[in-house]
Each structure stands twice: as structure tokens, then as C-alpha cells.
């Protein structure tokens, strides 16, 4: 009897141990699933991140072409001004310097004239 009664305890002992490890292996795969569900919804949010940051890529690359299609139209834009700001003061100067050999050739014309005239007098 004493036999059976240490038996029993020994069952009752490995039952006990035996429901502590079927608890700890439920509570591992309770971790595990909450681990793996949490390894999803992160997983999740670097793809909903990643496709973000790829747009945001695509619109930068697009705003930068945009701004260097404008200064480049601005460029040309400046460097036509100064083309016709070039010409029109070469033509001023040209302007001003046939008027200058005009009035030189009337005041030359002028002044022979007075010679003449005080040649003959």
C-alpha cells in the first residue's frame, strides 16, 4: 500500500510537471503567435513605408526636373534679353557715332567754308 500511495504521488507529481510543461509549451506558442502576428503587422508597415518613400522619391525627382526645366528656360529667356539689350545699345552707339561724323563732316564742311572765305576777303 505504501508502494501504490508513493506511486500515486509520483503520478500525481509527473501529472503536475507534465501540465506545467503542456502550460509552458501553450504559453510559448501563445508567445510565438503573438510574436509572428507582430512580425506581420510590422513587415506590413515597411511595405506601406517603403511604397510611400517611393513615391516620395518619384515626386522629388519629378519636382527637381521641373525646377531645372525652368532655370534652364530662365537661362535661355535672360540670354535672349541680353542679346537684344547688346544689339540695341550697338545700334545706339551706331546711331550716336553717325550723327558724331555728321556733325564733324558739317562742321569740317563749316570750317572750309570759313577758310574759303577768309581766303578771299
Given amino acids: 500500500v505504501t508502494e501504490l500511495i508513493a ?14 510543461v503542456k502550460s509552458a509549451a501553450q504559453l510559448t506558442a501563445s508567445e510565438l503567435d503573438s510574436a509572428c502576428k507582430q512580425l506581420r503587422e510590422q513587415r506590413d508597415q515597411n511595405r506601406e ?3 510611400a518613400h517611393q ?3 518619384i515626386t522629388v525627382q ?3 526636373r521641373q525646377l531645372q526645366d525652368s532655370k534652364r528656360d ?6 535672349q534679353r541680353l542679346r ?4 540695341e545699345q550697338l ?3 551706331k546711331a550716336r557715332l553717325e550723327a558724331s561724323a555728321a556733325e564733324a563732316a558739317l562742321s569740317f564742311s563749316q570750317a572750309e567754308a570759313s577758310l574759303a572765305n577768309a581766303e578771299v576777303a
Avoid: F, M, T, Y
Wanted: hydrophobic residues 40%; glycine residues 8%; negative net charge.
Fill in 7 to 20: 506511486w500515486k504521488q509520483e503520478a500525481v507529481q509527473a501529472a503536475g510537471e507534465l501540465q506545467g
Fill in 49 to 51: 513605408l517603403h511604397v
Fill in 55 to 57: 513615391g516620395l522619391i
Fill in 62 to 64: 519629378s519636382e527637381l
Fill in 74 to 79: 530662365d537661362v535661355h529667356r535672360i540670354q
Fill in 84 to 87: 537684344v539689350a547688346e544689339e
Fill in 91 to 93: 545700334q545706339s552707339n
